[in-house]
């Protein structure tokens, strides 16, 4: 049973059919990628699998279990873990308490340990924020765990975005377009974090992309979206030579 | 000429850093005796120094009344409240700084609670000193004390959680009247609600569930607005809330086993210092600890970004709910409290004046911070008393202040910080 299966999802924003008929199946481990032009609909898809949209028509399945309707943090909280394509972090407050505060599906001290700060709380917050050093060191921003996120440079901020999503100790990851607006240098560091995340957790990857370098390299099988439908999916060479794609997508954008 | 200038600038800033460091090395401790020696000298000395400098009696709160009124007096007053307020707090606590710095990193290595109970001992102690001068002082620090209590736990729904809030005097009123006809019922003999139902000797024993049950009380009208509010995105709290505060006031105002506009009266006299005192710690103790876990965190979360919010497994909806009926019950044991200071409530106080009261608090102290809340309150309540003798112009004044503050600091003077006791207790040494 793969892990999570998608069957013919569609999604109507008023009289636009931005998704349709979409299907997908990622294995454990496995490490996918989206790439499309923009306004495809490659967001909405993320949208609409951890449940900030319901999908008109379809259904999701997380390990053959369906999870539409569920609440976006009861799909977080079942192992979908996401980034943000507009990086959605949190303005006041520091980049500790964002790895922390992803976290917060695991605290069981209840309102008891909050309002009075009993023992079991000060254990479990220690416990927490161990975690959280453990992720930024990964991402490599621990010494800038004090900082408050609207203080670092675009390329930490998504990095530390990226230590929340694993936060959340996700068995899959949906990165949307995680490199967007970074320079070569952020880039590279992105890429191997990336990497490196996969092979240390296992976890399985949902990538989408607008550079295709990136997606060429990092990901197993890849799906191009024109218009919310799918026109083909395969290897990196199979997508690079299918001549849909060319005429759809790469005939705009030269191949980096 | 930009040589001497920036000449200039810089003893100043060596000056002023000066000044900064000296200071930053007195711990609280300090501080205390300060004020302790403060109070104790005008205590002990503020007869004869009034006598001396011709003044009637002594300033109440730091002279403001008396200079509004006879403006003759200000050179005397003045001269009071240097010889009594700021030399001391000036100069002991620079001068006991070394000793007391070793006491306090002492009490700290022995045990933080040990030394977080001296310091509140300590402050209550001031508090109290300073209050005993006069009725009129003692009224003031309880109904400052209380005005704390109500704009902190404003501060968590428009602060914290970013949501603009107008129910307060709804809960107030909730919590008052819920404190009040439980202890005018159980232990008052009275016209409203007939002899006392229990022995009377309880009262002051039972007086803490009046103010628990004047908090739940204002937590279930909480639920009334919360469960509308909270239930899809979007701003309908403030106007759900305001309708909120005005349907509590006239259901109050026409219910006449509470005599309706009239009000209650004659509530037992429960509250004296140490219990406002008491009441008002554990609040702050609770509420920061509240806000400083991951769970109660999770209102900035929700209030910077809720999407994300729930994509990091945050039950945005709860944690909303759960923030405001927290709110409601502070709010609800501040009403309750009030009620038996004044030991008289009617509707008309929970109005629309008292809301810009509250709010005045919390915006101009600064949201999302404790410190913030208990400047707010306590400075913006002083002010008030000491401005009465201005009357109308009062209200011109304080709303000035409002919009200077705005202007220059918009989210308050001392917004987003931690208020973490730990090092607030801590010496403060060299490093
Ligand atoms: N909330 C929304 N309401 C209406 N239309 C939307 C909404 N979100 C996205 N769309 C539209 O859906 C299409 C797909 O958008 P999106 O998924 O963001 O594309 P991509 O991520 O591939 O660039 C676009 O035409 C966009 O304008
Ligand atoms: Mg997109």
Redesign the interface.
Known sequence: MPLLQINNMSHDFGGLRAVNNYNLEIEPGQVRGLIGPNGAGKTTIFNLITGIYQPTEGDILLNGQSIVGLKPYQIAAGGLGRTFQNLRLWRHMTVLDHVKMAQYSKISYGLIGAFFGTPKRRKEEAEIEEKAYTLLELVGMANLADQLIVNLPYGDQRRVEMARALATEPRILFLDEPTAGMNPEELIKMMEIIRRVHSEFGLAIFLIEHRLKVVMELCEIIQTLVFGEVIAEGSAEEIQNDPKVIEAYLGKETIH | MVAINSGNLAEKKTLSKRIRDSFSQVPLLAWFCGFLVAVLLERFVGDPLTELLGLPKIPALFGAVTVLKKPLLIPGTLAFLLVIYILPIIIVPRLCAPVLNRLAGWLFNVSPAVSVAIHLGLLYGILHLWADISGYRLLTLKLTLIAVIVTLSLNVINGYMGEFSCSHPGFLALGAYTASIFTLLFFVDDKVFGSALLPKFLGPFLFPVALILGGLVAAIGAIAIAVPSFRTRGDYLAIISLAFMFIIKSIIENLEFVRGPRGLSSQPNYVDLPTVFIWTVAAVW?IN??VR??????L??V???E??????????RRTKI?AFLFAAFWAGVAGGLFAHVLRYVNPSTFGIQKLAEVLAMVYFGGL?SVYGSIVGAVSLSLLGEALRPLEIFKWIIIPLLLILVMIYRPTGLIA?KEFNVMNLIRPKEKT
């Open positions: 609770i600890n509240f876990s991951t769970t109660g965190k999770a900035n979360a209030r910077d970004d999407m994300a919010a729930d994509a990091m497994t945050v039950d945005t759960v999302n987003f």
